[in-house]
């Protein structure tokens, strides 16, 4: 296991979700973040079933700027409730998670 992370966010707009990936890796706390969509999303959203068409965000960082992340995202983020998932990467190339680590303060 290492400390690294994937947290996903989504976004409104792909304007949102470069404003996002832009700002987290400028402050030091993402190595990288990739965009991805636009995708379809269905959700519950104050009792009712909601769709949207959004951006997901795969954001490389470390455990260490987690919480950082999380912070920055409800600061920039439109939504009243943003999706904040962390995943631990338990293992990859010793190259690429040295840069991760590198790359984030």
Request: net charge negative; charged share 20%.
């Amino acid at each position: 296991m290492t400390d690294k992370r994937l947290i996903m966010t989504t976004a409104s707009s792909r304007d949102e979700a470069n404003t996002i990936a832009s700002e987290l890796v400028s402050r030091h706390l993402a190595a990288c973040v990739n965009i991805l969509g636009p995708i379809s999303s269905v959700y519950r959203w104050k009792g009712e079933v909601e769709s949207s068409e959004e951006f997901l965000l795969l954001i490389k960082s470390t455990e260490a700027q987690s919480i950082p992340i999380q912070a920055a995202i409800r600061e920039i983020h439109s939504y009243e409730v943003p999706e904040l998932i962390s995943f631990t990467i338990e293992s990859g190339s010793d190259s690429y998670l040295n840069w991760i680590a590198a790359s984030v303060r």
